[in-house]
């Protein structure tokens, strides 16, 4: 079975020579949802970075699906962009276009699907997040739940074989996020989910990766690396006060 | 039509605003929200009164002041065209979205980069004046209130700093852009077309501004 993701021995450090990640080993099967779990600065955004060539891979490798990203292969890596859905944090970030369905378009358009296609693309990804209704409203009309959910629409419209979510729950309140969770929970997809959430983490992702220096310090059933405080703590991470697993 | 149409010709004009009058009924504009609107007028309306007292040639008597005559005609242009043209300014922004405006534009064949960069701007607008606001509020949380030229560096360093916040939330649209497949070339509308009854709508305001120019241009 192929992997949706393979990240072997990657390394990278930005141009100031701050190195960010020193030899990242993870690999997702398809379908399944994992956590990508680390304190800041850990080097989690620079992982997401590399998963659809935005940054350039300086040594080891990222596949999707089999597939080698090269940001130097221009043909390739916009294939590669279809096949990997970013979801950023910030929703006025990812909404850039004037009403909500032009935005959801954007994605599908660019890979050259046009007319009725297009129509039908947004319309089933709007329908996934419950949001259809909002289709011709200007994004800054939306409560953030409601621009956030827009948001995952945007790249589940390009129908990716991976969906990445830079910490989904971010200043949610709680019904947005339980709404956001029974949303994720729904979609038949590979998710890699990077978040400091840990409940929100254990309630969707079967497995987690602890990042903390730019490696992979564990990996593994979410539940045990949870109950595992001293590992925890060594990361900077810790489970809110009260929570029990 | 009405810029072309000399303004001594009175009975062409009363037609246009006849015209503007009943398109601002039939459009169901609240009178309120359109005379609020043409405020903006009011300094070309001051530069116009002031015209008729100053210049040369023939001078008139109106109501016991003694006015230039070609002052006056111009002045009196000035306000009527300029109305007009606010009148319809103001129809066609209260009846039309400012995203339908950009398609509009967009179908004219205006470049590309520029209806991209007046895109952006509107969807932006809302979020750079909200980062504003909430920079404002910060700064009046801890006890700053601007009365003087003092304050001025404190009002820079605060515009210096939504500078580079908008700078940075461009760099990071772009990235989100790139992420879904963005290579330079902005999407055209496939969701929305404009219907032929639409079309003719939006021409007959025009059309008949024409036709009463020529037929009274005819007939007087």
């Keep these: 079975m192929t992997k949706s993701l393979e990240i072997s021995e990657l390394a990278f450090a930005y141009p100031d020579g701050h190195q960010a990640l020193f030899g990242v080993n993870l690999s997702l099967n398809k379908g399944e949802r994992v956590a990508l779990l680390g304190p800041n600065g850990a080097g989690k955004t620079t992982l997401v970075m590399h998963l659809n060539g935005i940054l350039k891979t300086m040594q080891g490798s990222v596949k999707v699906a089999g ?11 916009s294939e590669i962009r279809h096949k990997v859905g970013i979801v950023f944090q910030d929703p006025d970030d990812q909404l850039f276009m004037p009403t909500v369905g032009e935005d959801v378009a954007f994605g599908p358009y660019n890979a050259g699907v046009r007319g009725e ?115 925890l703590s060594a990361h900077r991470l810790e489970l809110p006060r009260g929570f029990h697993l | 039509m009405a810029i072309a149409t000399p303004i001594t010709r009175v009975s062409s004009y009363v037609a246009y605003f006849g015209l503007i009058f009943s398109a601002i009924v039939m459009a169901k504009l609240p009178i309120k929200t359109v005379a609020a609107r043409s405020l903006i007028e009011i300094p070309f309306v001051l530069f116009a009164l002031l015209m008729p007292f100053f210049g040369t040639g023939d001078r008139v008597e109106v109501i016991g002041l003694s006015l230039y005559k070609e ?79 003092r304050h001025w560096k404190v009002l820079a360093n605060s515009a210096g700093a939504l500078f580079i916040r908008s700078y940075e939330r461009g760099e990071r649209v772009h990235l989100a852009m790139v992420s879904r497949g963005y290579t330079g070339a902005m999407p055209q509308d496939q969701l929305h077309r404009v219907s032929l009854l639409q079309f003719a709508q939006g021409f007959s305001l025009p059309i008949v501004a024409a036709l009463i120019s020529l037929a009274l241009a005819v007939i007087g």
């Excluded at chain 1, 597939?67 to 890596?77: F, G, L, T």
Aim: aromatic letters at 4%.
């Design chain 1, 117 to 231: 296609a297009l129509e039908g693309a947004v319309r089933e990804a709007l329908e996934l997040v419950g949001m259809y209704d909002f289709v011709d409203r200007p994004p800054h009309h939306l409560s953030f739940g409601q621009r956030r959910r827009v948001a995952v629409a945007t790249v589940l419209a390009m129908k990716p074989e991976i969906l990445v979510m830079d910490e989904p729950s971010s200043n949610l309140d709680p019904t947005s996020r339980r709404e956001l969770a029974d949303i994720v929970r729904s979609l038949d997809i590979t998710l890699l989910m990077v978040t400091h959430d840990l409940p929100f983490a254990l309630e969707l992702c079967e497995r987690s990766v602890i990042l903390s220096g730019g490696i992979i310090v564990a990996d593994g059933d979410t539940r045990e690396i949870l109950s595992d405080s001293k590992l």
């Design chain 1, 67 to 77: 597939q080698i990203v090269d940001a130097e292969d221009k043909e390739a890596i």
């Design chain 2, 71 to 149: 002052g006056l005609i111009a002045g009196t242009g000035i306000i009527a065209k300029g109305t007009l043209g606010i009148l319809t300014a103001i129809v066609l922004s209260s009846t039309t979205t400012a995203r339908e405006l950009l398609r509009g534009l967009e179908t004219l064949r205006v470049p590309n980069l520029i209806i991209q960069i007046a895109t952006f701007m509107l969807r932006y607008m809302n979020v750079v004046n909200d980062e504003m606001e909430r920079m404002r509020i910060a700064r009046a949380s801890r006890g700053f209130e601007a009365t003087g030229m």
